[in-house]
């Protein structure tokens, strides 16, 4: 809802999908879309705290093979078939090169500044820096103590990170998600 009838883009004279402001089309649903963005906000913090939850006992190597499977397999699926239906229905998005979606499979393309098969697919590279931030923890022994500390060490990184302008800790730090996913493993 919120990407058709919730965006500022939407709500501008002559835009692309409606036309006219979509305030004016359905002003009880563009008032409530509007704040659709918060979902993949909520999603982080949701993450936190069940990728925390569901990490102890395990050793590093079991907590990256669970990822590995639960992920992979349908995020293979899904760049596979946005891939064919884009060279099936040219026009629709743009075509990438063989090499732009076979990098899109190890989703590292948003670190490696490629386009997404499907730009949905940038909330992956947030998630994936948050499991390789986590998977330290797990590796020293998850424990609360440890977290507890994790979560106070990359506060501080977020905060610091913008101001000290070194792109690889800003890169690794993500200081504009990095408190989404504290706040679901504080909880």
Request: aromatic share 14%.
């Given at each position: 809802?919120?990407?058709?009838?919730?965006?500022?883009r939407l709500?501008?004279?002559?835009?692309?999908?409606?036309?006219?402001?979509?305030?004016?089309?359905?002003?009880?649903?563009?008032?409530?879309?509007?704040?659709?963005w918060?979902?993949?906000?909520?999603?982080f913090?949701i993450?936190?705290?069940v990728?925390?939850m569901?990490c102890?006992?395990?050793?590093?190597?079991?907590?990256?093979?669970?990822?590995?499977i639960?992920?992979?397999?349908?995020?293979?699926f899904?760049?596979?078939?946005?891939?064919?239906?884009?060279?099936?229905?040219?026009?629709v998005w743009?075509?990438?090169r063989?090499?732009?979606?076979?990098?899109?499979?190890?989703?590292?393309?948003?670190?490696?500044?490629?386009?997404?098969?499907?730009?949905?697919?940038?909330?992956?590279?947030?998630e994936?820096r948050?499991y390789?931030?986590?998977l330290v923890?797990?590796?020293?022994?998850?424990?609360?103590?440890?977290?507890?500390?994790f979560?106070?060490?990359?506060?501080?990184?977020?905060?610091?990170?913008?101001i000290?302008?070194?792109?690889?800790?800003?890169?690794?730090v993500n200081?504009?998600?990095?408190?989404f996913?504290i706040?679901?493993?504080?909880?």
């Open positions: 809802m919120h990407h058709y009838t919730g965006t500022d709500d501008r004279p002559g835009n692309p999908v409606w036309d006219r402001p979509v305030s004016e089309i359905m002003p009880t649903v563009f008032h409530f879309s509007a704040y659709g918060i979902g993949v906000e909520i999603f913090v993450s936190g705290f990728i925390c569901s102890w006992g395990r050793t590093p190597r079991q907590f990256f093979v669970s990822r590995v639960r992920l992979y397999p349908a995020y293979w899904a760049v596979v078939f946005t891939t064919a239906v884009v060279v099936a229905l040219p026009g743009e075509r990438l063989m090499r732009d979606v076979l990098l899109n499979l190890t989703m590292l393309q948003s670190g490696s500044a490629s386009p997404h098969v499907d730009g949905v697919y940038w909330t992956l590279w947030t994936l948050f390789l931030l986590f923890v797990v590796a020293m022994g998850l424990t609360y103590r440890r977290v507890v500390v979560c106070c060490v990359w506060g501080t990184a977020a905060m610091l990170a913008p000290s302008e070194l792109r690889l800790m800003i890169l690794i200081p504009v998600a990095a408190w996913f706040a679901g493993l504080v909880l």
